[in-house]
Structures are given as C-alpha cells and as structure tokens.
C-alpha cells in the first residue's frame, strides 16, 4: 500500500521531468535536421537548469510534504504506512536530478535518431531493478524497494552520459562534413 500511494504521488511529481525530455527530442530532432549541434548542446544546457530548479522545489515540497500528499491515498489511521510513504517519497525525490538527467539525455538522443541507444538505457534501467530485486530486497526489505527506481536512473545515467558524447561528437562531425561538402 505504501508503495502504491507512493509511486502515484511520484508520478505526479515525475511528468514536468518527462516533459523536459520530449522537449528536448523535438529540439534536438529539429536542429539535426538544421545540422546545428550548438543548438542541441544549448538546449541540454538549458533543460538541465531547468529540471535542476524544478527538482530542488520538488525536494522541498516532498520532503515537507510527503506525509500530507500521502493521505489523499492513505487513510490517516494508517500511520505504518504513511510512514513507509513517506520514506519512500524522500528516497525517491532526492534522486530526481538523476531521473531529470536521464530523461533530458535519453530524449535528446531518441531525437537525434539514436533510438537504439535510447533503448538501451531502459534495459540497464530493468537490469539493475532486476538486481535490486533479487539481492537488496530479501537482505534489507521495503528500504531496498524504495531505492529501485534510484538504482535503475543512476544505471541508465551511467550508459547515457558516454552515449550523449558519442552521439553528440557525431552531430559535430556531420557539420564538419555538410561544410567541406
């Protein structure tokens, strides 16, 4: 019950970040189509600015807030889980910088054409679920489950930051072909 209350309220706080991305996919998707890798950094940068503005807002207002977001779910007679709730929300939102970095890289990528780079990154996603799943969670519980999802954002980071730069050195090279062309 905690962890649905508490998936369903990150869902919520979750969608601005995924907004990020897609505005990135189609800038980034529009200005390789323009052959102007400035742009695309420019827009990284940016978005970047953005989702780390947003998430230290989000991390205040969960962190004071978590419990009270949780009683639209959960009544309030069930203090285990409203507490459980509760730490699940303040594991989870103190990781949104990883979350909103994933989103903002694996959308720019997609939108450059690099989909399957894009996808990759969801399988290390699974992976390391998969891992916490099996090893974190019998050893240490709900704790374990509440740092699933940070697990699987900080794997799919670790794939997607040295596929951004390979994919970014090859939107530059294109502009150095269109200009000797």
């Known amino acids: 019950a905690a962890l649905t209350s508490g998936m369903r309220i990150k869902m919520l706080f979750r969608c601005p970040l995924e907004s990020l991305g897609i505005a990135m996919a189609i800038l980034s998707g529009q200005n390789d189509g323009a052959v102007k890798p400035e742009r695309i950094w420019s827009g990284i940068k940016a978005s970047t600015l953005m989702m780390v503005i947003y998430t230290a807002v989000t991390f205040l207002i969960l962190m004071l807030g978590a419990k009270s977001f949780a009683l639209i779910f959960v009544d309030p007679s069930e203090i285990e889980i409203l507490e459980k709730t509760e730490l699940f929300l303040h594991i989870s939102v103190s990781f949104f910088p990883m979350l909103g970095l994933l989103c903002i890289l694996r959308y720019t990528i997609q939108g450059v054409?690099?989909?399957?780079?894009?996808?990759?990154?969801?399988?290390?996603?699974?992976?390391?679920?998969?891992?916490?799943?099996?090893?974190?969670?019998?050893?240490?519980?709900?704790?374990?489950?509440?740092?699933?999802?940070?697990?699987a954002w900080i794997a799919a980071d670790l794939f997607l930051i040295p596929a951004f730069i390979y994919v970014y050195r090859r939107l530059k090279r294109k502009v150095l072909i269109s200009i000797v062309a």
Request: a negative charge.
């Open 113 to 151: 054409g690099y989909t399957n780079l894009a996808m990759f990154s969801g399988v290390s996603e699974m992976i390391a679920r998969i891992l916490v799943s099996i090893y974190a969670v019998p050893a240490f519980g709900f704790i374990a489950v509440c740092y699933g999802d940070p697990m």
